[in-house]
T-cell receptor, first 120, second 107 residues
Framework: EVQLVESGGGLVQPGGSLRLSCAASGFTFSSYWMSWVRQAPGKGLEWVANIKQDGSEKYYVDSVKGRFIISRDNAKNSLYLQMNSLRVEDTAIYYCARWYNWNDYYFDYWGQGTLGTVSS | DIQMTQSPSSLSASVGDRVTITCRASQTISSYLNWYQQKPGKAPKLLIYAASSLQSGVPSRFSGSGSGTDFTLTISSLQPEDFATYYC?????????FGQGTKLEIK
């Protein structure tokens, strides 16, 4: 059974940093692209970043470029999101998701999410 | 960037009804269109990928159609567990944008 479990959320002041983690199990982690998707309270879904199987390619939504860094450790079956220079508008539930990337492209499994709150 | 627009934003329907939700892309995306269901307090769940392919384990009352810029999600006979928010998402190019969501409520 595929499982994705996020951790690392919490309360941080504007300008601060948070590092989110996602522990993957039930599949060969190193064979899949992985993603972060966020959802502000009461709002819709927003794709944040993707990373290739070996970490050689990374893509970000414009609003987080230069502030967030997606990374992975295939030996630990883990995905990360380093969030720096945080803004109030980054407050959201952050979901780790597996990105299916062969001929068709979609988020096929999601974690339960971790809440990051940016507030003074 | 590709903008995704869903309609309606909310919808009231009854158990047994046939429901259709529409998603329009701001430019052609071929069939790179996915649909997700999200229930309150839960993660989204993939229903349909590549516009019309049913994800494994999803009931056959869900179906998708369309290509280019116009797409639909149809639920043939609403069940109580189908009341949720539905999102379309394009996977044609980054940023992989979502529609604003359609909240399906019980009439």
């Amino acid at each position: 059974e595929v499982q994705l479990v996020e951790s690392g959320g919490g309360l941080v002041q504007p300008g601060g940093s948070l590092r989110l983690s996602c522990a993957a199990s039930g599949f060969t982690f190193s064979s899949y692209w992985m993603s972060w998707v966020r959802q502000a309270p009461g709002k819709g879904l927003e794709w944040v970043a993707n990373i290739k199987q070996d970490g050689s390619e990374k893509y970000y939504v414009d609003s987080v470029k230069g502030r967030f860094i997606i990374s992975r450790d295939n030996a630990k079956n883990s995905l990360y999101l380093q969030m720096n220079s945080l803004r109030v508008e980054d407050t959201a539930i952050y979901y780790c998701a597996r990105w299916y990337n062969w001929n068709d492209y979609y988020f096929d499994y999601w974690g339960q999410g971790t809440l990051g709150t940016v507030s003074s | 960037d590709i903008q995704m627009t869903q309609s309606p934003s909310s919808l009231s329907a009854s158990v047994g009804d046939r429901v259709t939700i529409t998603c329009r892309a701001s430019q052609t995306i071929s069939s790179y269109l996915n649909w997700y269901q999200q229930k309150p307090g839960k993660a989204p769940k993939l229903l349909i990928y590549a516009a019309s392919s049913l994800q494994s384990g999803v009931p056959s009352r869900f179906s998708g159609s369309g290509s280019g810029t116009d797409f639909t999600l149809t639920i043939s006979s609403l069940q109580p567990e189908d009341f949720a928010t539905y999102y379309c998402q394009q996977s044609y190019s980054t940023p992989y944008s979502f529609g604003q969501g359609t909240k399906l409520e019980i009439k």
